[in-house]
């Protein structure tokens, strides 16, 4: 079992940053991946970022390519999600989510424990 932490949302204007956190804790030793998806009120879970724990490639959406990074701490079990250049387009609940499985990185159901959400918020 894992259970995940989220932080680092809030409210922000556009073109501003925010960098979310995921802590992990539990069963750890064998994720393949972690990944960020996000959720608009009335919208789809869309994926966002992922990354390979091992060996650290990550992987993106198109749409926040470029403004967005994904990182891993393996000392810490966290994964980071660095978000520049925000747009209110990015407003959402963001959730971060372990795989330990394989699978394509932008599929939700290869992801097997998720955190509980964190809003992030884009005004303009």
């Known amino acids: 079992q894992v259970q995940l932490v989220e932080s680092g949302g809030g409210l922000v204007q556009a073109g501003g940053s925010l960098r979310l956190s995921c802590a992990a804790s539990?069963?750890?030793?064998?994720?393949?991946?972690m990944g960020w998806f996000r959720q608009a009120p009335g919208k789809e879970r869309e994926f966002v970022a992922a990354?390979?724990?091992?060996?650290?490639?990550?992987y993106y959406a198109a749409s926040v390519k470029g403004r967005f990074t994904i990182s891993r701490d393996n000392a810490k079990n966290t994964v980071y999600l660095q978000m520049n250049s925000l747009k209110p387009e990015d407003t959402a609940v963001y959730y971060c989510?372990?795989?330990?499985?394989?699978?394509?990185?932008?599929?939700?159901?290869?992801?097997?424990?998720w955190g509980q959400g964190t809003q992030v918020t884009v005004s303009s």
């Open positions: 539990g069963r750890t030793f064998s994720r393949n991946a």
């Open positions: 990354i390979n724990w091992n060996i650290g490639r990550t």
């Open positions: 989510a372990d795989s330990h499985k394989s699978g394509s990185y932008d599929y939700a159901g290869r992801y097997d424990y």
